[in-house]
């Protein structure tokens, strides 16, 4: 996985087409989800877990990430 060192995203940063927002207060990242009109939304134990998958996936090799992953299959009925 990439190994970004940036501290704190922002939607400039991300790469994924499937991400809609996050909250930093949250601790959150929401997602297009699977289905039409269907929303993910992964919550994390601490802000950094949050900026670790964002900098591992958001905004880098997004098409490793499970949400994505899900979600791709799920629209498009393929697998990356």
């Known amino acids: 996985m990439a190994n970004y060192?940036?501290?704190c995203w922002t939607e400039a940063d991300v790469q994924c087409p499937f991400y809609i927002s996050d909250d930093r207060s949250g601790r959150s990242i929401?997602?297009?989800?699977?289905?039409?009109?269907?929303?993910?939304v992964s919550r994390f134990?601490?802000?950094g877990q949050k900026d670790r998958h964002?900098?591992?996936?958001?905004?880098?090799?997004?098409?490793?990430c499970p949400v994505y992953r899900c979600t791709y299959s799920n629209k498009y009925g393929e697998n990356e």
Not at 54 to 63: A, I, L, N, P, S
């Open 5 to 7: 060192k940036k501290i």
């Open 30 to 40: 929401t997602c297009e989800g699977y289905s039409a009109g269907a929303e993910i």
């Open 45 to 47: 134990r601490t802000l």
């Open 54 to 64: 964002m900098g591992c996936f958001c905004v880098g090799r997004f098409t490793r």
